[in-house]
């Protein structure tokens, strides 16, 4: 065989391809694309019961991939994408947030009127994006992630189109998104500009190294100019004061479920990518972007914790909390240690369960009261519906840090990550922040044990009848002729209770035996720590 054979042979063979490490992705995209062409179809069980059904099983799927992926560390694409623990346990957090927002989305008006297909869909594409985004060691990588994760989710906040909230929300999500969506990338540019690399290790290598480049690079302002921007970019859509405006205004007017999958998915996302680039990539000048990262901590844990003392509807309330809990994972971003990068992502997976809990159950009060995600609606819950009042609960008293709970454990260990890492006036933030919390979330829990059921509102009437929108689902036509039946029963709402029940229930045993998730949590740390 000639020397032109052989090189003829080795362009058609092309490159390799780790399908392995890279099926997660593979499936989700497979998955998207079959929901989408089934959400097609004219019967009506296709699109109500098949469409979820493959959703399910899209989710299941790539939660086995994820599994089987443990330990089997990889670089694919040629160095864009690292598959290591972190990733996957990341990942694990977004299939699961999404099965939960699936099944809160089964008798949701919002999949009806935005087409089931196309709804859930477009939430396995930004499960998609989100798996990119935390996989990126490449910044054009990262910014296709966070495009392919938010882009769905600005047509998913507005899909209740008949409802001028969703609308609103899904606009104002818009915006705000593309203005950090610009500003991260115009930082990332910068970035690139100063050391010349795409690559998180390049980057590091630039920064880091011995050459006399490197030292003026410590004190780069077009270097320090370009972190500056992407922390604001990673800001907007961590949900970091004071670039939170948007927060409780899209939280309230999207669609519930909606709501679930962004107060958990999204923010372990963001989080994610905090972790790999500033850990990892600009790890060589921490002690320029460490103060301002522990200044928009503390300033973040203030205003999410004040701001939810005054809040009456629970979304808006979960909303400030969030913007609080964001305070707290972001000051175990500061202290870039393996112990910090352990208890941020701890942290990231004791938020998911105690969030979707408090959430599923104001998915059951939006179905059968008027101003269901209002506190007055939990009045008396404890005595009507008790299989919604406990979880709802537990997930109160978790968020709060009261012992016990899973995140009393998540709490107590960012507080010694920061004590560890000289930051200990950063972990006293944490437990003012935390007392101030107990303000709101006991509110909920005095409300839901305490107060009569007669202080809440009249339930729904049996029907409900919308506008007509040109280019309305006919699901959802069909739907409003034949009316929305509203039911307070367990039998009514089974999915939510099953849904509010299981991650009410992870709170307290996560809380009692924590060990499975700190030596995942530890996996990871070590993963991102070996990388370069």
Same mark, same amino acid.
């Given at each position: ?12 063979q092309g490159?390799?391809i780790?399908?392995?490490?890279l ?8 998955? +998207?694309?079959v ?5 097609l ?5 296709a699109?109500e019961? #098949?469409v ?11 939660? !086995?991939?994820?599994i089987?992926r ?11 994408l ?22 809160l ?14 709804y859930?869909?477009?939430l396995?594409?930004?499960v998609f /994006?989100m798996?990119?985004?935390? @996989?990126?060691v490449?910044?054009?990588t990262?910014?296709i992630g966070?495009?392919?994760l &938010?882009i769905?989710l600005? $047509?998913?906040?507005a ?6 909230a =969703?609308l609103?929300s899904?606009l104002?999500?818009?915006i705000i998104?593309?203005?950090? =969506?610009?500003?991260?990338?115009y930082?990332l540019?910068? #970035?690139?500009?100063?050391?010349? =690399?795409t690559?998180?290790? /390049?980057i590091?290598?630039?920064i ?12 780069d302002?077009?270097?320090l100019?370009?972190?500056?921007? @992407?922390v ?11 670039f ?6 899209? %939280? ?9 999958f ?5 923010? !372990? ?13 600009? $790890?060589?000048v ?5 103060p ?11 205003v ?8 009456? &509807? ?13 305070? %707290?994972?972001?000051? /175990? ?5 393996q112990l910090?990068?352990d ?5 990231i +997976?004791?938020?998911l ?5 408090a959430?599923?159950v104001?998915? +059951? ?10 506190i007055?609606?939990l009045?008396?819950?404890?005595t ?5 009042a ?19 454990i ?15 006036w ?13 303000? %709101? ?7 839901i ?9 009249? +339930? ?5 009848t919308?506008?007509? $929108?040109?280019g309305? &689902?006919p ?7 034949g ?9 009514a ?8 029940a299981?991650f ?6 996560f809380g009692i $035996?924590? &060990? ?10 070590? =993963? ?5």
């Open positions: 065989m000639t020397v032109l054979d052989t090189l003829v042979i080795a362009h058609i490159p390799h780790d399908w392995g490490s099926s997660p992705f593979v499936v989700l995209a497979v998955g +998207a694309l929901v989408l062409v089934v959400g179809f004219t019967s009506a069980i699109r019961r #098949i979820p059904a493959l959703t399910v099983v899209a989710l299941g799927v790539t939660i !086995a991939f994820e089987s443990f330990h089997h560390q990889a670089t694919i694409i040629s160095g864009a690292r598959i290591d623990d972190l990733a996957l346990i990341l990942d694990l957090v977004f299939a699961v947030s999404a099965l939960a927002a699936v099944l989305s089964v008798r949701e008006r919002a999949a009806a009127e935005a087409g089931h297909g196309e859930h869909s477009l396995l594409f930004s /994006g798996a990119v985004l935390v @996989s990126a490449n910044l054009v990262l910014f966070l495009e392919l &938010s769905p600005y $047509i998913l906040c899909s209740d189109s008949r409802r001028a =969703s609103e899904g104002k999500y818009l998104g593309s203005v950090g =969506s610009a500003t991260l990338a930082g540019a910068l #970035i690139y500009g100063a050391t010349g =690399s690559d998180f290790g /390049g590091a290598n630039a880091t190294g011995n050459s006399v480049q490197a030292g003026g690079l410590l004190s302002p077009l270097l100019t370009g972190i500056g921007l @992407s604001v970019g990673f800001a907007f859509k961590a949900s970091v004061a004071p939170h405006q948007w927060t409780p205004d899209v %939280y309230e007017g999207a669609p519930t479920p909606i709501t679930a962004m107060a958990t998915a999204t923010k !372990a996302a963001a989080f994610g990518v905090f972790l790999r680039f500033f850990d990892v990539a600009v $790890i060589g921490q002690d320029t972007w460490a301002l990262l522990a200044a928009l901590a503390t300033i973040t844990i203030i999410g914790n004040a701001g939810a003392l005054g809040q009456s &509807s629970m979304k808006r309330m979960l909303a400030y909390s969030g913007v609080g809990q964001a305070g %707290y994972m972001l000051a /175990g971003v500061v202290v870039g240690t910090g990068i208890a941020t992502v701890f942290y +997976a004791t938020y369960p105690v969030n979707i809990a959430f599923a104001v998915v +059951a009060r939006e179905r059968d009261r008027p101003g269901g995600d209002d007055s609606a009045a008396g819950l404890g009507r519906q008790p299989w919604l406990w979880p709802i609960t537990i997930a109160m008293l978790s968020l709060a840090g009261i012992p016990s709970t899973v995140g009393f998540g709490k107590l260990y960012l507080i010694r990550a920061l004590v560890d890492g000289d930051y200990t950063l972990a006293v933030v944490i437990v003012v922040g935390s007392m101030i919390s107990l303000g %709101y979330y006991l509110r909920v829990v005095a409300t044990w305490m107060s009569s059921p007669e202080a809440a509102p009249a +339930a729904r009437p049996a029907l409900a919308r506008p007509a $929108i040109a309305g &689902s699901e959802a036509d069909a739907a409003d002729a009316g929305w039946p509203r039911s307070d029963s367990a039998v709402n089974a999915e939510v209770v099953v849904v509010a299981l009410g229930a992870a709170g307290i045993l $035996i924590p &060990s499975p998730l700190l030596r995942l949590a530890a996996h990871a740390g070590r =993963s991102i720590t070996g990388i370069f």
